[in-house]
């Protein structure tokens, strides 16, 4: 069995019921999540070993974040206790016009204040084969960035293949930084997964004639950033996922994969979301899942955005998937039809 | 005011609130249904007079039962007590791609465990107009079938129109126990129905060029069928529910109705689901009410399939709608327009 | 800061969870709304001083409907206590072709019973820019329609512009007594706002070649309404929402505003509706502001139907949507993303 | 079967969740009851045939009360329909030093508009037993005090017992009226129930050294009080029922029985309450019960008082309890050990 | 109508549904409160102009906790908005041996970084009656203690009457520091609130013999601790809480009061609790309204006791009860009797 | 760190909401318990290593009770997946004079049906310092109680100290049957545990005048009760816990420890009931991890005591509460006071 080491923040997500607005609710859902918790969940869900490291506080919400991971077979051995606070994200869910809307409340949290030696990176990788972690995680702070670049080298020494998902997020640095920051940890990442804005936001890399808002992708643009992003920091595989948003409620949603010079794109899925958070971690997921089981490039990439597209059909930030759930959805059904 | 006679099982459906997955929920959605109850609903509901012959377990939970078909109207005096347990059905709600997902654990029910002895048909047929069961309830143990025999001829004896819905339940039974079985009940059927895959599963009669999965639907296909099913049988009227799945979210429904030589199809109705359990019992809830009230053959129909379209925008098992509601919608109007 | 002054009714509205029927109902969602409390609420949330003018019991009930105007920043100086009750409107709430349910239980409440001399309006309109009123209020009762003209006459006096949205309810009293009712009115009102039906229901004045329920909906129609609207009663704007019904799950949305003799079409928005009920009053909340704000005539009626555009996907009577969020939708970012 | 008749109002009851007041529910829970429909709940319950006639409303609020009755195995033939609203009751759960509150909206309800030509007596009384009514019902109005007489004449005819709990309401007549018009169904009342303020209220026969609010009960002065009660009007038997209030969370109960002459006292239960709603009616419930199973007077009261014990540990209006389960405590198992 | 204003942190409040530890929640019921908020409501519950003072994040979740105030009548004026977060406190109920427990993660809230500049007292207490202040507010920080200073002075200055609960936070700071801090504010102070521990803890001014969690409280101890702080600091009344905690769900409650020279003591209630949390909070603002209106220092006083004795019957930290609710206990029914 | 390992079924609980019997309830609370899983959670909760050896469908079902197991730290690799179903049990709460009660639904479980081979018990007890069992697993059925046999086999070989509580199932075998199955694991059990009832249902071993149903328990009858079960079968230690049944919301709660020929008695302790079910394990669970940890007599007996106190104050089957909890109450701090 693969085992994955994830290394980043888990929050406690704090959610609405249904399509209520954070003005009109008397209560609020609560889930535990984060880029790197998510793609654990996921990869635990397919049957691989997948341990979070992270710092959460020595106290019961800091417990029960460490209980959801243990919950759903996450080795919560890294899991240090310590630090002030857990992280909070609120989430309000959007629908037809109105976006989804996050508010932050992660500054100060544990993790974001752990220190370097907090983490025995070459104890943590003894017997692992791979190694995620996102542009989230050195964005929290210099002293976290540091332990990312620690753990990069760690993993290099002990041959472990490094993804990272760049996730750009505005509110934590600027692009400037990002950048800066970001191509110290290129070098030892083999699998760079991106989504359409973090290439240029990060790296100033931009696909061509791409309208966001407008929900238009170039394929053309996205080989364009993918073969640029592998060319300039030599990571063998690059995926970007390819999300167009007609609205809050229905997405379509693909991907593209570069890998070993060839250009490879799965198929589009009309969905109709249920939550659409961690649907890029649950691609990550997906992906490290292909090709640690030596998919061929197209058949992991089919199965990341399989996965990802039953993602946006559950409630919270995790994918609670079963390989088999996926295979089928790739196999080509896709009608929905009750299983019984 | 008519009376309907159905016999088969009533179930403990428990389901996870709103979109959760099975491993998410810390509750469970409580309500009572099975294919006949949910057909004694329908017709309770269009105010006829409708009786579940069933067995259910002398405890608070089998009470529980009882009192819903109550609070719904039907008549509850044959629903027997005795046995070991309710039969429970666990039931996860679909989404876009992802399907319903159904658990079964109605082994060993009370139902399935009686005896012929415990039904004296005569009595219950006293008075009745209708008797209606489904391929699930011999499906359920020899004992059971050798009861809805038992009830085939009291009902022929009894001058009462006779229905039953295939609905074939590769749980239950192969398709050669099926095929084999449902054949001694089938001379005494007077109106068939199935679904687009029960007459190939059961008796092996298969509509032609017909792709389930893809939801492409041969009309040609269904009226061999239908002619097929009423020929080798007798019945005299062949009733086909025409599904297209889109995504758990969103299907296509319509029907067919082969009657007295003649065939008949239905509007379709572009359906976005609210719960689809119980789509096929409430076609035929609308069907045995328009055939009951002598509507013509398409009026019927359209009945029914009006009916049904309505089910699946109604949480539950069962179609809580009112014939003014169904008429108005086979009427022409499904703009959803607020009614004040 | 502009204030606006609506007057009119305040109901209890309860309303089974998500898409369950009365019937199937162990409890309601209880929140408190009306057709100018909706007003009152959008503009509170677009900045505005906005005031309710009604009567509410001096109960725990009626107290409830203060706390919720003044939870939401709704001025409620004047909604003086008194009389029996307050009015109840029961909703359940559509799905696809099952259309929403509304049960009124308003008779006897306590503004219908209200006197002319509950109302001090020379007082209330000190300070004010605007004065709103629905066709509904005048429909409670004889006297209520007399502090109706009495408060418009003091408007005029104040100086006030006058906006009237006719919403005829057919409960509450026949087209005859309404047309002349409201011509009482009319002559007062500076800014007419009507639903697709409205003028026929009220005035007898029809848009030509429009049906409703089949959704299709004529451009050169409603430019005739909409001036023999202005033309007859001299009113400098009408405003008409059109909706395009195609089930009780989406809708298209989109208004014209006929002003200083021409004619604006707005864009239209296919929505997935999430509780279209205050769908109009949300375009007149937007109207008011941005006729309030001295948007052109083209932006104010933008503002309008995307505010509108986004009630539909808020649960409750209410809009709960800032200026920035009307903005970026007016501005044409209708895609959903999530936001950060 | 013993068969049992009563009339009066049925409301919908709307209750916020647990403990919070009015001015905290965004939800509230939705049950239906009222005095006689409390009793024919507690009937039903322990397997008599109980018919309760009233008017509701025909709209879904109405049929939602018929639904609730059939649940529980209710006779609802005589619950006819019409009229213009359903009466509907807020109830605040107090707790210790807070008491409940209950804010009555039932003006103008279907039943309170009946007239005496809704009931057809003699029809309804057909293979009746008993005729049970509270002073609640002929408080409604004066036309509905009329079809009490009605009942009550006809009753009579039929050799049906009467029996009535007087239940006095301030909110809807004085003492002075209900003493005039509840004297003129005495004389038909074979079994007089009455709480410890009802015969001071009603017809100025007040317990001697009696103080409510402290909570001291004198069994004298109850024995006064049955008496005259019995001497005045002639009715063979008078219960009180004595509770004494430690506080909204804990009480005591226990009651009296007046028959053929002699006192009988209960056993008083100490009682930590989950809901006091229905207390009474389910002491009127349980003493119907016990005399028409022809137990001894000491054994009806006995019955009755651990019925209504019972009661108060249930949610709701109505007593969902066994025959046996009453028996169980009777006989002096209160040590609540779970029962598996 | 007095005006009071209070300055103090308001905090998000989340908790899991009844008795359930954090460890078991999948949701949590938010409100929003804090010693100063919970004064404030009470005031405005009570009919008083009550103004919160502090400060929120520009965000969704500091706009709910401006709601939460405005609903309940709070003057919300003066919460200026800025800053980072909202501070948030966890809440485990307790029951019987069980104790509630409470998570702080209020750290860098808005408030607690908000520097003197920001609060305009001159301003802010024009027209006001009163001041009050918790021991909270100065703990959160050496920048907030300085705005406290600068409050005491204008209050001084404007004639403004000065209370402060004591209220010691041993999370917040320690009780040297308190100390000294504290007694910078003491020589402005009126009327000094604290409960059986605060003293000790702040001033080292103990009550002698007074075992808190043996539950057992000296009258004469007490008198001796508040003749010392007034003695001490000069405050005119100080009022001291006497409560006795049986367990998590029983307590007794009662308080003294010494004022111009005279001890006073309250009646003792025993109660069965709902929600604790604000217990003292309530105290402080029925004393504030008592001695407002010129109530006798023993009626001030057994106000604020009865007041607070309902607090513990109301969930979330709010008193949510009504002068005349109060004065009912006040005046010796705590019998529990439903109102009708 | 300790390992102990226990054999025993774990179930779907499946209880309504609050106080509503089982005929009320529209949704059920879904958590998963028995006898050893809940001493299982007991124990990781103290931190030792703790793992339970079971069998569960392979379904979501059956996953889902896994992964409440792992969500609380328990071992589940002896979990083994196979069978027909899930045990189910549903719950009612109690309150006052009425009883919790218990629908059982575990027949034909995937534990009850399991077979000997199913288990390496050498393997299973490698590095194992403690194995538990009860009464009830035996009493599953013939192959698991060989099951168990051999499981107490395995564990004297590996020098494993076994604990057995008695815990007599009257609706799984006859008092007959159990005491000739349970007579056959005694010899290999170091210690055991009963309530005040399964000696003498299981052994014949009576306590001297005792009466139940009364609550009165003798100290004296239970020494001899111990005594004799220490005598006749070898063990060292016997546990009695001794629960007097005020009502269903109210118990006292103590319990003897009968080791080395001391008999040790417990605090008593009055306890307010949350939810009662699970106390006598969380009663087991406590004394293990006090023999465990080397604690004496005394106060093993005390923190098992503690421990199963605080449970009766938890919603569900298992006691989370850590061990500073424990100890703190264990210490005389009962006061329920906030811990902040």
Not at 42 to 62: E, M, Q, R, Y
Not at 260 to 280: A, L, T, W
Request: negative net charge.
């Amino acid at each position: 069995m693969s085992k994955v080491v994830c290394f980043g923040e888990i929050m406690l997500r704090l959610a609405p019921a249904g399509y209520l607005r954070f003005e009109q609710a008397g209560s609020l859902e609560a889930v535990y999540g984060g880029g790197e918790a998510n793609v654990c969940v996921s990869l635990a869900n397919f049957g691989l070993d997948a341990a979070l490291v992270t710092k959460v506080p020595d106290n019961p919400i800091g417990q029960s974040a460490i209980n959801e991971m243990r919950r759903y077979g996450v080795d919560t051995r890294y899991m240090i206790r310590g630090g002030e606070r857990l992280g909070v994200y609120f989430l309000e869910k959007g629908a037809s016009q109105r976006p989804s809307k996050v508010v932050y409340d992660r500054k100060y949290s544990a993790v974001s204040q752990a220190q370097r030696q907090d983490f025995n990176w070459p104890e943590i990788f003894d017997g692992a084969d791979w190694f995620h972690f996102t542009g989230i995680t050195p964005a929290l702070g210099d002293n976290v960035a540091e332990a990312v670049l620690d753990a990069c080298k760690a993993a290099r020494e002990a041959g472990v293949t490094v993804s990272c998902d760049l996730n750009f997020r505005k509110n934590l640095w600027t692009s400037e930084k990002a950048g800066q920051v970001m191509s110290r940890f290129m070098p030892y990442v083999d699998v760079c997964i991106a989504n359409e804005e973090d290439a240029e936001k990060v790296f100033g890399i931009k696909a061509a004639e791409t309208d966001i808002t407008g929900g238009k992708l170039s394929h053309e643009g996205y080989k364009q950033v993918a073969k640029q992003l592998s060319d300039r920091f030599g990571c063998g595989a690059v995926a970007i996922t390819l999300r167009e948003s007609i609205s809050a409620s229905d997405n379509n949603w693909a991907a593209m994969l570069y890998k070993d010079g060839n250009y490879h794109f799965s198929r589009k899925y009309p969905i109709h979301i249920i939550d659409r958070v961690g649907g890029g971690d649950s691609f990550g997921g997906g992906l490290i899942f292909g090709l640690l089981s030596d998919y061929s490039a197209q058949d992991a990439l089919e199965f990341a955005v399989a996965a990802s597209c039953l993602k946006h059909t559950i409630e919270g930030d995790h994918n609670h998937v079963s390989v088999g759930e996926v295979r089928t959805l790739m196999g080509g059904d896709g009608s929905g039809r009750v299983q019984r």
